[in-house]
């Protein structure tokens, strides 16, 4: 069964400054997908940024970069320069390639990030 | 182009009752998923749907079940609500349900049971 693991249920930061959130998973496909989402206050779920298993560059959007490693199944997101607005609950989602597993995201338990001023 | 729309945004019931909640995806998306979140369950994939077609199910019991329209919509009924219900129910829209296509959130419909 997939599982996606984040082990670290709160963190925190100062404004302008360097964060990494971890994600680990469990699957035995080759190709699949993962997500970063936010979810502040308003609840609104919001893609931060998406990761093709196939591809070993990682991705960036903006302040927000990933670390894939494929073989640890390890799945970070690095946000610089952190701003107010980035205060949220993050989560990490796995999406399988095929199977019987079509239009389900697997989610992490999530993260709350705190961002001081 | 709009977002994913969901009504209505808040929803207060009895236990016993039963609720519609209602899905507007993305203009030209087909495929839509629903979702539960809760503080202690976290979230919870309930269906999903694909040219009116169910194509996958959560373990949720048979009080909670979707259909899709031809225009993509869709909708979930809770029937005989229960005070465990209570929760955020976000559905999400995509453009097909393989190849890794990403899912873009509604709002999420917030549902009360008393």
């Known amino acids: 069964a997939q599982t996606v693991t984040q082990s670290q249920p709160e963190m925190s930061v100062q404004e302008a400054e360097t964060v990494t959130l971890s994600c680990t998973y469990d699957t035995s496909e080759s190709d699949y997908y993962l997500f970063w989402y936010k979810q502040p206050p308003s609840r609104q779920m919001i893609l931060v940024i998406r990761q093709e298993a196939y591809k070993q560059q990682n991705a960036t959007e903006n302040r927000f970069s990933v670390n894939f490693q494929k073989a640890a199944k390890s799945f970070s997101l690095k946000i610089s320069d952190s701003q107010l607005g980035d205060a949220a609950m993050y989560f990490c989602a796995y999406f399988p390639d095929r199977g019987s597993t079509l239009g389900r995201l697997y989610f992490g338990r999530g993260t709350q990030l705190t961002v001081w001023p | 182009k709009a977002g994913v729309t969901q009504t209505p945004r808040y929803l207060i019931k009895t236990r016993g009752q039963q609720v519609t909640l209602s899905c507007s995806p993305i203009s030209g998306h087909r495929s839509v998923s629903w979702y539960q979140q809760t503080p202690g369950q976290g979230l919870q994939f309930l269906f999903e749907?694909?040219?009116?077609?169910?194509?996958n199910k959560g373990n949720f019991p048979g009080r909670f079940s979707g259909r899709q329209f031809s225009n993509s919509r869709s909708e979930m009924n809770v029937s005989t609500l229960e005070l465990g219900d209570s929760a955020l129910y976000l559905c999400?829209?995509?453009?097909?349900?393989?190849?890794?296509?990403?899912?873009?959130f509604g709002p999420g419909t917030r549902l009360t049971v008393l």
């Open positions: 999400a829209s995509s453009l097909v349900t393989s190849g890794g296509d990403t899912q873009y």
């Open positions: 749907y694909f040219s009116e077609t169910q194509r």
